[in-house]
């Protein structure tokens, strides 16, 4: 009686626990065990599940397996997870989650009188900025990054969001443009897409990808609004092109099974950074999946920690293989709250990366060529600006993968920036490794390695206050060497089998310790921290 009487309570509470989930109530996502030969060829129990739940479609969310099953209507979706699971065809059955834009707009009235580049305080801050407290040099120091690059037109970023004003004159330039298509009514390159020639509408299933929020317009300014042209704002990137897969519908919100697809998509037409201003609280095996496809071919995503002032994990930031970012404002503070609500602030926990600039973003406008009054605040205004970085270290070196962009940015960000309570030193689950700096990062060295594993090596403290310790194999066949964060050598040492190193004449600040074997090739590299 007890154990049932348990048994009951479980399954009542994880019926309400579900119940709460947001999800489709029509759609399933499965993957197959098997790639099937085709779906009227399948078992009798399929057959009998999908005529009892009036299966409408099925559609590939990726080159294999994954698929949609569309229904006619409404289903019970606990109950057909159950039922298609237990047929033993799927390596898993999981609803069609939903996903949110994490950013609102705010609209000012008086349009400034100084050019419109003194709004964007995220590039240049000298401490003016009126509509919130502001310090200078609270930035990421992009003026002086320009100096080292401006971006590659070989470089295309996918924007996955509510899609984007094609025709506003400071995007217009800078869209992809899908060559390999025409406008014929027909699939020219056989993609599985009819006449995407920019991009691809996976609310609507159409080739009008158009911003209807204006949630994707904002983000996908940040990025690469045209630069130099006398008109609205700069871009971060001045020459990549930008490609658009609209994710979420006119509410700025969508389902998982549409970000699964435009991830597939992207990485299938040419993207190498992908920008996710957006996330959902349930966890996907399909979706993790989607990620991981992008990372096993070379292809870095980058996406929002989400703005509701808490520890809830959302993703794709989640995810190993991303680049999860907060927000700061303009005094290097972690926003919280946002200007739209008083609850709510840049999410937190020990997956975030790094934060950036994210609460009163000026920027273009889904509407009209002309208004630039428009604002936005939210971690989907400081992805952007990381996704921007990644695209103009691409540029800077196209063979660099999603685990060196990952590393440089982390690395070369700016710690204990913010507030001391939370910014402390080292890493943290407020600010991660800290605000970026595209001027650091572009102008370092790659320090990331894939020679050796953590284990072959080991350097402690992290924190160094004098003495360091160096521990490995065969150390007197190694050389020691210390670089500063613009990538300058400041230190070497033969080991001859010594594994404590004094640093005490070193200055505070952020250091790479790199092993380099009797060959000079780099085996080891370590970020330390000089207190």
């Excluded at 004159?169 to 020219?188: A, F, G, K, M, Y």
Aim: negative net charge; aromatic residues 12%.
């Amino acid at each position: 009686m007890k154990k049932y009487l348990f048994l009951s309570i479980a399954f009542l509470i994880f019926n309400i626990l579900f119940s709460q989930q947001h999800y489709a109530s029509d759609a399933l996502i499965v993957k197959f065990k098997k790639k099937p030969v085709s779906y009227k060829n399948q078992n009798i129990d399929l057959k009998k599940l999908n005529s009892e739940f009036n299966l409408k479609k099925t559609k590939k969310l990726d080159g294999d397996k994954t698929y949609l099953f569309q229904f006619e209507k409404k289903i019970n979706i606990n109950d057909a997870l159950i039922k298609y699971k237990k047929t033993g065809l799927f390596e898993y059955v999981e609803p069609n989650y939903k996903c949110f834009g994490a950013g609102k707009k705010g609209v000012i009235d008086v349009f400034p009188n100084d050019v419109y580049f003194n709004r964007q305080w995220y590039l240049y801050n000298d401490g003016s900025f009126s509509l919130s407290p502001a310090i200078a040099d609270a930035d990421i120091d992009m003026e002086l990054a320009w100096d080292l690059e401006q971006g590659n037109s070989n470089i295309i970023v996918a924007v996955l969001d509510t899609g984007t004003k094609l025709n506003h004159p400071e995007l217009v330039n800078r869209i992809w443009h899908n060559t390999n298509e025409i406008i014929n009514n027909s699939d020219q390159d056989m993609n599985g897409y009819i006449d995407d020639t920019d991009g691809w509408d996976f609310v609507n299933s159409d080739n009008q990808p158009v911003d209807d929020a204006g949630h994707g317009t904002n983000v996908m300014g940040i990025i690469g609004a045209d630069a130099n042209n006398n008109l609205g704002y700069a871009g971060m990137d001045w020459n990549c092109k930008l490609m658009t897969c609209k994710v979420l519908d006119n509410n700025n919100s969508g389902y998982y099974s549409w970000m699964i697809e435009a991830i597939h998509y992207a990485v299938d037409n040419g993207a190498k950074v992908i920008n996710m201003s957006i996330g959902g609280s349930s966890y996907s095996n399909t979706l993790e999946d989607a990620i991981n496809y992008a990372y096993n071919n070379n292809v870095t995503i980058v996406a929002c920690m989400m703005n509701f002032n808490n520890q809830v994990t959302y993703y794709p930031a989640g995810f190993e293989h991303t680049i999860a970012v907060g927000s700061t404002d303009a005094n290097d503070k972690r926003s919280n709250p946002f200007f739209w609500s008083v609850t709510s602030g840049s999410n937190y926990g020990d997956h975030i990366d790094v934060v950036a600039p994210g609460n009163y973003i000026y920027g273009l406008s889904n509407t009209s060529d002309t208004d630039f009054n428009t604002y936005w605040g939210g971690t989907s205004q400081a992805t952007p600006q990381v996704t921007a970085l990644c695209s103009l270290l691409l540029a800077q070196d196209a063979s660099r993968t999603p685990d060196d962009l990952k590393s440089i940015i982390q690395n070369t960000a700016e710690d204990q920036v913010g507030d001391p309570v939370e910014d402390v030193n080292g890493f943290d689950i407020y600010y991660g490794y800290g605000r970026i700096n595209a001027y650091n990062a572009l102008n370092t060295i790659n320090l990331s390695v894939h020679d050796a594993t953590q284990s072959d090596f080991k350097v402690y403290p992290n924190l160094v206050n004098d003495v360091i310790t160096v521990k490995g194999k065969n150390l007197d066949k190694k050389t020691l060497f210390i670089y500063d964060i613009l990538g300058r050598e400041i230190y070497f040492k033969e080991l001859n089998n010594s594994t404590q190193i004094n640093l005490q004449n070193l200055k505070k600040g952020i250091y790479f310790l790199t092993l380099k074997d009797v060959f000079n090739n780099r085996i080891f590299t370590k970020k330390i921290i000089k207190i």
